[in-house]
């Protein structure tokens, strides 16, 4: 490995995008971040979480969110220092080359292009409550007419997502003072319905075991719903003063999620009819059919006299899977552009507009978004995938961070995460418990899918003349890293099966005790993270792979 003092003279450059207009100001970042984070998520996590562990849920938004704070203070350092479009995708080609490059960029595409598409299923799931032949509350699946107004709704995604950045930032902003008021004020209303000895109702503070609740964050949309808090690193390249604004974007939009959730966890606990969850069967008890299950909120609202406040929830579980979807289309766009720009997709989705939008990288993640609708057709069958594929992602930041923290030590980083040493590795091991909670029924579909991007990718850089070598030594350890990643899921204790009837039958062994998997993955963890330090690129190789991005490449032409 190459020491810090390698090439002393070299400068760490600072890559740049072209063709983007850096348009988008400090609050349209923080906005771009938390119109992602309350999106569908909040108008289900709460009841699904709920029913898998009990009022412990509570205790899963806290776990999980320390999870996002620590994974966000990691972006927020790496985007600082290096504010690219498509950001997520793009860091781990800048610390190990082309292998992890190809890897977590596909992880990132991937994760980013599925989330347009269950923000459409939550549209149709709450619309069901005025327009009953989009939604089948019996199979808790979407139905025919369902499918294809979501269709419909993805390509508006599309078409709002060719206005000039500088517009598009004006009515997301627009949206999501909406989105986080209405939850606001639904915390607000629903504590004078608090009843406090619901608290311990339907079998106690955590009535199914910790266990549960584990398999509860990632399953039930605990994850899922802080999912885009880096959203501000995949539109990097269009922010201004971004060595400023987008760390500060990260953290500001976290905590304000944070908050949100765990309070609206809370008040939905305190607020539904204690007759409801006391008996016997606890949360189970509420039927699938129930306008709680529908529409947990909005359900809620109606059921305990609010109506005012039940018509402007119906209102927002349109505009809150709005604003998310429109915003994850934008960054789909971008992480195609970047990954263009490693030259790892096709060089057409690099070319933008005259407003500087990558209009063919957009028209992609429409149709690719269309794929992912045919297989999921409900909102809760996507979240699994969702949250693992977002995890996957987040593991290349820490791992990131650490190689740069040891070849370009002296590059600018306008924010700078305390205690890295520690809190890398730790990042790096909470990512891959999110993982592993998944359950092997999530993994291995996952698997799938990254080996048909795999596939897909290797055909596009076979026809491109000018594609990156392919850095095998500084990513040796990712194929273990992925495979282990699926033995010790399969092993474990997680199934991620569904368990609504009729229930799946496991498909991992849980030859892994409970407790000594938690130390399993633990160890694992370490050992990659480590090694991958170990094999990271030299110094002169990183700069180099900074210096490629730096600007100095010709504008791609504009059609």
Known sequence: MASNTEAVGASAAVPTDVGLKRDMGFIGATWASETSIIGSGWLFGAF???????????????????????????HAELGGMYPVSGGTARFPHFAFGSIAGISFGFFSFLQAVTVAPIECFAVMQYGSYYWHGLYNANTSNVTGLGFAMTVVLLAVFTAINFLAMRLFSKVNAGITWWKVAIPVITIIILLFKFQPNNLGAGGGFM??????????????????????????????GEIKNPQRNLPWAILTATGIGIAIYVLLQFVFIGAIPHSLI????????????????????????????????????????????????????????????????NRYFPQLFQKVDRNGVPWFSLIIAFLAGLLFLLPFPSWHSLVGLV????????????LSLGAFRGQVPEAPRPYRMPGAVVVAPLA??????????????????????????????????????????????????????????????????????????????????GNIPFWWDILVVFGFSMIIYFWAQRVRLSRNEMLDMVNLQSGTAPDPKVH
């Not at 609010?306 to 766009?333: K, N, W």
């Not at 949250?387 to 820490?398: F, I, K, N």
């Open 48 to 74: 699904l979480a709920a029913q898998a562990a009990g009022t412990a849920a509570l205790l899963g938004w806290v776990i999980a969110g320390a999870i996002v704070i620590i994974l966000a203070l990691v």
């Open 207 to 236: 009535p199914y075991g910790i266990k549960a609740l584990f398999a509860a964050i990632p399953s039930a949309g605990i994850v899922f719903a802080y999912l885009g808090f880096e959203q501000a690193d995949q539109l990097a």
């Open 278 to 341: 006391s008996g016997p069967k606890g949360w189970a008890a509420i039927p699938s059919t129930s306008p709680i299950a529908i529409g947990p909120f909005a359900g809620l609202a109606g059921v305990v006299g609010l109506g005012t406040l039940a018509v402007f929830l119906r209102i927002d579980a349109f505009v809150s899977p709005f604003g998310t979807g429109l915003m994850y289309q934008t960054s789909t766009s971008r992480i195609g552009y970047g990954l263009a720009r």
């Open 387 to 398: 949250t693992s594929a977002s995890v996957l992602m987040y593991a290349g930041a820490p």
């Open 428 to 509: 790096f091991f909470l990512a891959n418990m999110l993982i592993y909670w998944s359950g092997f029924e999530v993994i291995w579909k996952l698997g799938i899918c990254v080996v048909i991007g795999y596939v897909l990718i290797g055909i596009s850089m076979a026809f491109d003349p000018q594609r990156p070598p392919l850095d095998w030594k500084s990513a040796q350890w990712l194929p273990f890293y992925l495979i282990g990643m699926g033995i010790i899921s399969w092993q474990g204790q997680f199934s991620g099966a569904a368990s609504t009837p009729p229930p799946k039958p496991p498909t991992n062994t």
